[in-house]
């Protein structure tokens, strides 16, 4: 149902901007969300932004280098990476629920996106 793209390498520094979309134009669908999972290490929440009023919130790694948006109409979720850093390299998911507010867990995500990798190297 969530199909992210945008993902790809970058050398530190510099930029991507991440996508993703609902192909089932999901009316169930709320708050959205970014996650990234590293190898041997657990998935952790990007961002998120509510469906009504966009509220975002974001982990605390990003420190204003990432900005979460989204098209409430057709559900469609942007992620725009700057100042990438190599530990940025990660899958990134793409989450939705069918609850308004502002959710960090992942258990509380019931779509997901399949993931897109980005990979930060010099």
């Known amino acids: 149902q969530l199909a992210e793209s945008g993902g790809g390498v970058a050398q530190p520094g510099a930029s991507l901007r991440l996508s993703c979309v609902d192909n089932?134009?999901?009316?169930?669908?709320?708050?959205m969300g970014w996650f990234r999972q590293a190898p041997g290490k657990e998935r952790e929440f990007v961002a998120m932004i509510t469906k009504f009023g966009g509220e975002t919130d974001y982990g605390d790694f990003v420190k204003g280098r990432f900005t979460i948006s989204r098209d409430s109409v057709s559900n469609r979720l942007d992620l725009q990476m700057n100042n990438l850093k190599v530990e940025d390299t990660a899958l990134y998911y793409c989450a939705a629920s069918g609850t308004e507010g502002p959710i960090r867990l992942p258990t509380s995500y019931e779509y997901w996106g399949k993931g897109t990798q980005v990979t930060v190297s010099s």
């Open positions: 089932v134009h999901n009316v169930g669908i709320f708050t």
